[in-house]
């Protein structure tokens, strides 16, 4: 489990327009948030980045750089890519069990039967101060729920108008 105030791991992953996601190279104005995704087999992670997609303003109005991540393969993010309606919310896909578990997400294996793949992470929404440290950490060990997207966004704007600290730092 990454702890608050402590620095993310870098990630060097790709994305769905043929480019690069370096972590370490973003130079937010407020914040990166980064939003794990099960994948293409789970539809609430579809409804979730879909209404992400379309508010995706309402970040980066506020200094917000989002990125959403998975482990799916390559063929996998692409087809989230082309059916999914994100607009314009980059898709970081490949990542590692490894890699997965340095942000101390759940990981799952696939279901008997199902279109899962063999192995994915679980749900996971983080929010990056521009120096890298963890600011917010959020992960779900079930498919079920995620963050309201209207209560992250007044949240955020409470947070930094109060220049409200980095909470749950104490070992």
């Known amino acids: 489990m990454l702890k608050p105030g402590s620095t993310a791991p870098d990630i060097d992953l790709p994305l769905t327009i043929d480019a690069r996601f370096v972590l370490s190279d973003q130079t937010p ?24 997609g379309g508010r995706l303003e309402d970040f980066t109005s506020r200094g917000i750089n989002v990125f959403a991540i998975s482990m799916d393969s390559e063929d996998r993010a692409m087809v989230v890519d082309s059916e999914w309606k994100t607009g314009n ?24 039967g ?27 060990n079930m498919p079920i729920t995620r963050p309201s997207l209207d209560e992250l966004v007044e949240g955020i704007d409470f947070l930094s108008d109060k220049h409200y600290p980095t909470r749950g730092t104490k070992s």
């Open 114 to 140: 199902s279109e899962e793949p063999d192995v994915f992470s679980e749900p996971g929404l983080f929010l990056l101060k521009p120096d890298r440290s963890v600011y917010l950490a959020i992960t779900q």
């Open 29 to 52: 104005d407020a914040y990166t948030m980064l939003v794990f995704y099960r994948g293409k087999h789970c539809p609430i992670c579809k409804r979730y980045l879909e209404e992400l």
């Open 89 to 112: 919310l980059p898709l970081v896909h490949s990542m590692t069990e490894e890699q997965a578990r340095e942000w101390g997400l759940y990981i799952s294996e696939k279901r008997e």
